[in-house]
C-alpha cells in the first residue's frame, strides 16, 4: 500500500516505528471501517439515482468515487496517523489484547450495511445500571465519537455541494461562476457555515451518545467497560484517538474540494 511522504524526516525514523504504525491501523480495524463505509456510500448513491437529474447524479457519483477512493482515504488516514502518534506500541497493546479485540470487532459489526440497514429507524433504548451508565459517560467523554461522526456527515455534504457547483458555471457564466466559487468573502462564509454544522452535528450526536455506545458495547461486562474507558482517558489512550480523528479527518478529506484532491 502506498504512503504520504509527508515529512523528510520520515526517512530518519527505525523500520519498527513504521511498522508499528502500520501495525496498528490494521489491528484497530481502519481498513475494514473504511471498506465499511465505501459499502455505505455505494447504497447512498443507489438511493440518490432516481431522485436526481442524471446530470447531478452523475456528478455526485464522480465527485464521491474520487474523494473517497479506497487506497487514497487509507494513504491519507495512515499518514495523519503517523504524523500525530509519536508512539503507536501502548495503543497497538491494548488493542492487540482480548478485550482490545473485543472492542474492534463490537465496532466493526455496528458500522456492517447489514448493522446500518436493520437499525435505519434508530437504536432500541438500551437500559443499564446507574454502575454501567457512570462508566458509559466517562467513556463518551474520552471517545471522539462526535466529532467523528459530524466529520462523515459534513464530508457526504461536500460531495453534495462540488456536485452542484460543478453545475455552476453552465447556469451562470464561467466568469461569474469563478468568482463566486474563489472569492475570499465566499471562502470565508464557506468555513463559517462548515464550522457551524459541525457544532450542530455534534450537539445532535452527543443527544444519544450515551445510549449509542451501550448499544456497540453492548456485550462487554461491565469490567471490560470500565478498563476500556480507563485506557480511553489515559495519557496514551488520549493520544491515540486525537490521532484517529486526524485521520479521520484526512481520510474524508473535510473541508477540501474534490479536485484539489490528489488521485
Given at each position: 500500500m ?11 525514523v527505525?523500520?519498527a516505528?513504521?511498522d ?15 471498506a465499511h ?5 455505494t447504497?447512498?448513491q443507489?438511493?440518490?439515482?432516481n ?31 503517523r ?63 462526535r466529532?467523528a ?6 464530508a ?89 480523528l ?18
Amino acid at each position: 500500500m502506498r504512503r504520504l511522504l509527508f515529512s523528510l524526516l520520515m526517512f530518519c525514523v527505525l523500520p519498527a516505528w513504521a511498522d508499528g504504525h502500520d501495525q496498528l491501523y490494521k489491528v484497530a480495524g481502519w481498513p475494514e471501517q473504511r471498506a465499511h463505509f465505501n459499502d455505505a456510500l455505494t447504497a447512498a448513491q443507489q438511493r440518490y439515482q432516481n431522485s436526481l437529474p442524471p446530470a447531478v447524479y452523475q456528478a455526485l457519483v464522480n465527485n464521491s468515487n474520487q474523494r473517497f477512493a479506497p487506497q487514497a482515504m487509507d494513504r491519507r488516514a495512515q499518514a495523519q496517523l503517523r504524523q500525530n502518534l509519536a508512539d503507536p506500541k501502548p495503543a497497538l497493546k491494548f488493542f492487540q489484547s482480548p478485550l482490545g479485540r473485543k472492542i474492534i470487532a463490537a465496532e466493526l459489526l455496528a458500522t456492517r450495511r447489514d448493522q446500518l440497514a436493520k437499525n435505519a429507524q434508530g437504536l432500541p433504548k438500551m437500559q443499564a445500571s446507574d454502575t454501567r451508565q457512570l462508566i458509559i459517560g466517562h467513556l463518551a467523554q474520552a471517545l471522539p465519537a462526535r466529532e467523528a461522526g459530524a466529520e462523515v456527515s459534513l464530508a457526504i455534504a461536500g460531495v453534495a455541494a462540488d456536485s452542484l457547483s460543478q453545475m455552476i458555471p453552465g447556469l451562470l457564466g464561467a466568469g461569474q461562476a469563478q468568482n463566486m466559487l474563489n472569492g475570499q468573502r465566499q471562502r470565508l462564509m464557506a468555513q463559517n457555515m462548515l464550522n457551524g454544522q459541525r457544532q450542530r452535528l455534534m450537539a445532535q450526536i452527543g443527544n444519544d451518545l450515551n445510549n449509542t455506545l451501550l448499544y456497540v458495547y453492548r456485550d462487554l461486562s461491565d469490567p471490560e467497560l470500565e478498563e476500556f474507558a480507563n485506557f480511553a482517558e489515559s495519557a496514551e489512550g488520549k493520544a491515540y484517538y486525537q490521532a484517529a480523528l486526524a485521520a479521520i479527518r484526512a481520510g474524508l478529506a473535510v473541508g477540501q474540494s474534490t479536485s484539489s484532491l490528489a488521485p
